[in-house]
């Protein structure tokens, strides 16, 4: 019988960096995701292909399911990441390949893997719950990170985010400020790597008790904002307070001095999405600076 299972994308709109030392972030489940189906088949083998938003496959790969060796990849290294989550989810459910002769897998994104909406995070989660085990402890000895995007994987809301020894407090929050209207997303043509953020924050020296407070606070206040201008001050008290701590100069400092709202990096700052004030200006603006993808607040939020 045929498996189906699917997850949602993510952003994370306050609490990049600190949200790994115990910080409060709010994170958004966005409309877009990757499902993955797995068809049981005869082959003796696990064959795999990932479909991106246009249905052209962008990864396939065959494993021997005795051992899960690889047999042919269109990528050694992507296939290798593969393999591991697959042992890593076969160790956690050693039930996981014995319900078939073969299986056939396939993946589809509903968005370009270059926005950064979590095409790592959405297959952990589709995989955990086709092996039924933990979705975090899959990602943590997998790939590492705060697991933050796992939880909006699972969630259809918006929430609030925080490791606390070690263990991921979620909270769906209700977080529809009347100023929804005057946020988009941008994307930034690039794509950042997570990994190599995280290691350029981990060589930082700083007051790590503090920034997780201060960070915690605009992140509480971030939720119950009541104007945008409250809003935007705090998204600029929070680019200030990680600019200091990255050596990295602000978003719109480097890019966008010339722009009339408040502007916020969002994950690994540097690339994918940042979000910004605004109105019916800003979508020319930013096409006229070549940033072409520019999504309102309210097509964005599941």
């Not at 790994?20 to 709010?26: E, R, S, T, W, Y």
């Not at 979590?118 to 039924?132: D, E, F, M």
């Not at 020296?205 to 904002?225: C, G, N, R, W, Y």
């Not at 001095?257 to 999405?273: M, R, V």
């Amino acid at each position: 019988m045929k498996k189906e299972f699917y997850s949602n994308g993510k952003l994370l709109v306050s609490g990049e960096y600190a949200i790994l030392d115990g910080a409060l972030g709010l994170a958004i489940p966005v409309s877009y995701g990757q499902s993955l189906n797995v068809t049981p088949t005869t082959t003796g083998l696990l064959e795999w292909n990932s479909l991106d938003e246009s249905n052209d496959t962008w990864f396939s790969a065959t494993f021997n399911l005795a051992n899960l060796n690889v047999v042919s990849s269109s990528d050694s290294a992507m296939a290798k990441t593969l393999k591991d989550l697959l042992l890593e989810a076969n160790a956690q459910n050693p039930l996981l390949l014995t319900d078939s002769e073969g299986f056939l897998v396939e993946t589809q994104l509903t968005f370009p893997r270059s926005w950064g909406l979590g095409t790592s995070s959405t297959l952990i989660n589709n995989l955990a719950q086709w092996a039924r085990v933990d979705a975090f402890q899959l990602l943590w000895k997998a790939f590492g990170g705060s697991g933050y995007d796992i939880a909006c994987a699972q969630s259809n809301s918006p929430l609030t985010y925080q490791l606390k020894n070690g263990s991921p407090q979620v909270e769906e929050i209700h977080f529809d400020p009347m100023f929804k209207d005057s946020l988009y997303f941008i994307h930034l043509n690039q794509k950042q790597s997570s990994k190599e953020a995280i290691a350029n924050y981990r060589e930082q020296q700083f007051d790590k008790p503090q920034l997780v407070k201060e960070v915690s606070d605009i992140t509480k206040k971030m939720i119950h904002a009541i104007t945008l201008s409250e809003f935007e001050t705090l998204m600029e008290e929070h680019e200030t307070l990680l600019s200091k701590v990255l050596k990295i100069q602000p978003v719109k400092q480097r890019l966008f001095p010339d722009y009339f709202g408040a502007i916020k990096s969002l994950g690994a700052w540097g690339g994918d999405f940042v979000l910004a004030t605004g109105d019916d200006k800003t979508r020319s603006y930013f096409k006229s600076k070549g940033f072409e993808t520019v999504i309102p607040y309210s097509k964005m939020l599941l």
